[in-house]
């Protein structure tokens, strides 16, 4: 029984290291990325995980830069408009 809890608690650590990897490198994506969208004030490593989610799903659809810019403020919500005042 403890061997299984082991064993399950091993495999959970091994993946959410490749997660935290993988967030990271998505991160690293969208501080270059953003810019090109007008989103160059955006501090990338405060968005949460779920926004970064998001907005890479919404850079790699295949809609118009417009709506990607949209959907990318949408996003981000009343966090981009404070960069304004």
Do not use: C
């Not at 809890?5 to 994506?29: C, D, M, P, Y």
């Not at 007008?38 to 118009?64: C, M, R, T, W, Y």
């Amino acid at each position: 029984m403890i061997r299984s809890i082991l064993i399950a608690f091993a495999a959970f650590v091994a993946l959410s290291g490749a997660a935290s990897a993988s967030q990271k490198s998505t991160r690293a994506h969208l501080k270059q990325t953003l810019p090109q969208y007008g989103f160059s004030e955006v501090d990338v490593d405060s968005l949460s995980s779920a926004q970064v989610a998001q907005i890479n799903h919404i850079l790699h659809s295949s809609k118009p830069a417009s709506d990607i810019r949209g959907g990318i403020g949408a996003v981000l919500g009343n966090r981009i408009w404070s960069l304004f005042k």
